[in-house]
């Protein structure tokens, strides 16, 4: 399969209330755009990068009960499993197309990455355009946007995420008139109630 971008009725599949039937649309219409997606991105990423990625789709096999909000592929340095490591993560929801790097509490370079961003928030305020959204994330509570997103900043939110039970995320939404990811539009259709964001061209 060949991704041609996200259509209107993928993003209509997380409106579907019922958890079986919307596990099914997620399963048969948007998850085979994403593993098409991702395994077009993953041999560029690692060309590009010099380091090797592996694509992974989520299944969200331990829901039971409440169908996700949102689902996502995931590009990481692991072939077992994407969260061993700081990796990315491109999405679809409701109202929204997302790109984000994400560092979990388990992650094994987490450590390393707060340490960088505490000691390089402004080499970090400079690489990462204004537009983009950080965020802390601790289990059961909400993503904490963090407020300050200078040098000074940035290096405070290394701090935070040298704790155990912090982890981190950052990337905009999608802009809605369809942007192009690794030369592929994500959204083939304009989407009127799409938040607005860029994301740089992989």
């Known amino acids: 399969m060949v991704f041609n971008g996200f259509e209107a009725e993928d993003f209509a599949v997380f409106s579907i209330p019922e958890f079986e039937e919307r596990m099914e649309a997620i399963r048969s219409r948007v998850r085979p755009k994403l593993t098409a997606l991702a395994d077009e991105l993953a041999p560029r990423l690692s060309r590009e990068t010099g380091v090797s990625f592996y694509p992974h789709v989520a299944a969200h096999a331990r829901r039971k009960v409440n169908p996700p909000d949102e689902t996502w592929m995931a ?39 707060a340490r960088w961003l505490r000691e390089h928030g402004e080499e970090a305020a400079a690489l990462v355009p204004s537009s983009y959204l950080w965020a802390l994330h601790r289990d059961g509570a909400p993503d904490r ?22 982890r981190v995320g950052r990337g905009p939404p999608v802009r809605a008139t369809g942007p192009r990811l690794g030369g592929k539009r994500v959204v083939s259709q304009p989407r009127p109630n799409c938040a607005v964001g860029t994301i740089p061209i992989l």
């Open 145 to 166: 946007p963090w407020p300050r997103l200078d040098g000074g900043g940035l290096k405070e939110l290394g701090v935070a995420l040298e704790k155990k039970d912090s």
């Open 75 to 113: 590009l990481s340095r692991s072939p077992r499993g994407y969260k061993r490591y700081a990796h990315f993560e491109v999405g679809i929801g409701a109202e929204e197309v997302f790109v984000r790097l994400v560092i979990k509490p388990e992650a094994e370079d987490k450590p390393e990455a």
